[in-house]
DNA sequence: GTCTAATGTAGACACTGTCAACAACGTCGA
DNA sequence: TCGACGTTGTTGACAGTGTCTACATTAGAC
C-alpha cells in the first residue's frame, strides 16, 4: 500500500465521468454531478481540468487509449492478410461491446482539439495499428497509398458500427437477422477488394 | 401575398435553430437562443415546443426530409445499377455539403424518438429511396434480403461520410489528396459486390 | 519553526430549461 | 353587441450548470 497513492482525484474524475456518461448519457455530464459523485466540493474538479472540455478531452483520450490497447490484444497471425481480418473482427466487436465510448470517439464533436494534444496522440495511435497492418500486408508501397487503403477500409468497418451505435437503426423497423448479418459480410468484401494488388 | 401567412413562430423556431447550430454547435442551441433571434419573450418558443428536445427532433426531421428530397432530385435513369450509382453520389455529396446536417442526423443521440414520430417517419422515408431502387435492381427478392443489402450497401458509404463529417478525421495528419479519394472507389466496389446475384 | 505551492472549499455571477400566473388577441355563439 | 373562451405570447420565479474570485488547508523545503 503506498501511501502516496490514494488514487488522486485527476483520475477519480475521469472514472467518475464515465459512469456518468455510462448511467445519463453525455448530455447529463457536469463537473458538479462528477464532485458529487466523489464527494469533493463542486470546485474540486475544476482544480485538475479547467473547463468541462478538458475533462471530456481526457474521457476520450482515454476511450481511445482502450480501443487501441483491445485492438493490439487480438489473436495474432503471421499471415498478414489473415492478421486484416482479426483487426476487423476486433474493431467490429469493440463497437458491439462498448457502443458508449464508440460514440464518443467517433460520433461526438471534439472539444476545442488543439488544446487537448493527448486526445489527437491517442487517436493517431490507434489509426496506427491499421497503418501497421497493411504495412506488412502491401511491403513496398508509398505512404500515401497505405493511408488511402487504411481509410477505404476503415470507412467500411466505421459505417456499420456507426450505423449500429447510432439511434437511427432503431427505428427503421429493421429485422434483427438482417442487422446482425454484414460484419463477415464487409470484412470479405474488403478482403476481396485488397486482393488485386 | 395570403394575409394569413406572417410566417408562424413555430416554422420560425426550426430556421432560427438550423442557424444557431450552423454558427455555434449544437451544444449552443437553446430556446432562449431561438426566442432572442426572434425578437420574442424566451418563453414563445415553448408554446409551441414542450421542451428542448422536441424542437431538436423538428430539426432533425427537417433535415431528413431535406436530405430525402435531395436523393430524389437525384439524376434519373432507367438503368437501375446506374440509377444505383447516382444514389450513392447523391448520398455523398449531400454528406459534403451539409456536414452539420449530416451528423444532426446520424451522429447526434436523437431525443427520446419514441414523443416524435414525426422524426422516425422522415427518417423511414429516407430509408426508403435505398429500399426502392435496390427493389427495381433486385426484382423478387424477399423484403429481408433487400434490407440486408440496403444495409450492407448503406454502411459503405455511411461510413466514408461519418469518417468525414467527423472531427476525427481532422487529426489524423492524411493527406488531403487520400481523403477525396475514396468515393468513387467505394461506389464501384460496392456494385462490385451487388453483381454476383 | 516559517514560507510556499498545491489542493480543496465557499460564495457569487450569468446562463439555461422549465413551471406558473397573467395579458392580448381573435373567434363564435347568445 | 357582447362576453366567454381558446390560442398565443409575456413576465417572473426556481433549480441546475459552468466558471470566476477569494479563502482555507495541508504537505514539503528551507
Given at each position: 500500500?503506498?501511501?502516496?497513492?490514494p488514487i488522486p482525484l485527476k483520475d477519480s474524475c475521469v472514472e467518475a465521468a464515465?459512469e456518468v456518461?455510462?448511467?445519463?448519457?453525455?448530455?447529463?455530464?457536469s463537473l458538479r454531478e462528477v464532485a458529487r459523485k466523489l464527494g469533493v466540493s463542486h470546485q474540486a474538479p475544476y482544480r485538475h481540468y479547467?473547463?468541462?472540455?478538458?475533462l471530456?478531452?481526457?474521457?476520450?483520450?482515454?476511450?481511445?487509449?482502450?480501443?487501441?490497447?483491445?485492438?493490439?490484444?487480438?489473436?495474432?497471425?503471421?499471415?498478414?492478410?489473415?492478421?486484416?481480418?482479426?483487426?476487423?473482427?476486433?474493431?467490429?466487436?469493440?463497437?458491439?461491446?462498448?457502443?458508449?465510448?464508440?460514440?464518443?470517439?467517433?460520433?461526438?464533436?471534439?472539444?476545442?482539439?488543439?488544446?487537448?494534444?493527448?486526445?489527437?496522440?491517442?487517436?493517431?495511435?490507434?489509426?496506427?495499428?491499421?497503418?501497421?497492418?497493411?504495412?506488412?500486408?502491401?511491403?513496398?508501397?508509398?505512404?500515401?497509398?497505405?493511408?488511402?487503403?487504411?481509410?477505404?477500409?476503415?470507412?467500411?468497418?466505421?459505417?456499420?458500427?456507426?450505423?449500429?451505435?447510432?439511434?437511427?437503426?432503431?427505428?427503421?423497423?429493421?429485422?434483427?437477422?438482417?442487422?446482425?448479418?454484414?460484419?463477415?459480410?464487409?470484412?470479405?468484401?474488403?478482403?476481396?477488394?485488397?486482393?488485386?494488388?
Amino acid at each position: 500500500m503506498s501511501k502516496k497513492a490514494p488514487i488522486p482525484l485527476k483520475d477519480s474524475c475521469v472514472e467518475a465521468a464515465r459512469e456518468v456518461i455510462a448511467e445519463k448519457g453525455l448530455e447529463a455530464l457536469s463537473l458538479r454531478e462528477v464532485a458529487r459523485k466523489l464527494g469533493v466540493s463542486h470546485q474540486a474538479p475544476y482544480r485538475h481540468y479547467p473547463s468541462r472540455d478538458h475533462l471530456l478531452a481526457a474521457v476520450m483520450a482515454r476511450c481511445f487509449e482502450d480501443f487501441r490497447m483491445h485492438l493490439e490484444s487480438r489473436p495474432t497471425s503471421v499471415d498478414a492478410e489473415h492478421d486484416l481480418g482479426e483487426l476487423g473482427r476486433a474493431y467490429l466487436q469493440y463497437a458491439n461491446d462498448h457502443p458508449l465510448e464508440y460514440r464518443l470517439m467517433f460520433s461526438t464533436p471534439w472539444p476545442a482539439p488543439a488544446e487537448h494534444p493527448d486526445l489527437v496522440r491517442n487517436a493517431v495511435f490507434a489509426f496506427d495499428v491499421l497503418r501497421n497492418v497493411l504495412r506488412l500486408l502491401a511491403g513496398t508501397m508509398p505512404p500515401e497509398e497505405i493511408d488511402q487503403r487504411a481509410l477505404f477500409i476503415w470507412s467500411c468497418v466505421h459505417g456499420l458500427c456507426g450505423i449500429r451505435t447510432g439511434d437511427v437503426m432503431q427505428h427503421l423497423a429493421i429485422a434483427p437477422s438482417v442487422t446482425d448479418l454484414p460484419g463477415e459480410q464487409v470484412l470479405a468484401m474488403i478482403s476481396l477488394a485488397m486482393r488485386p494488388v
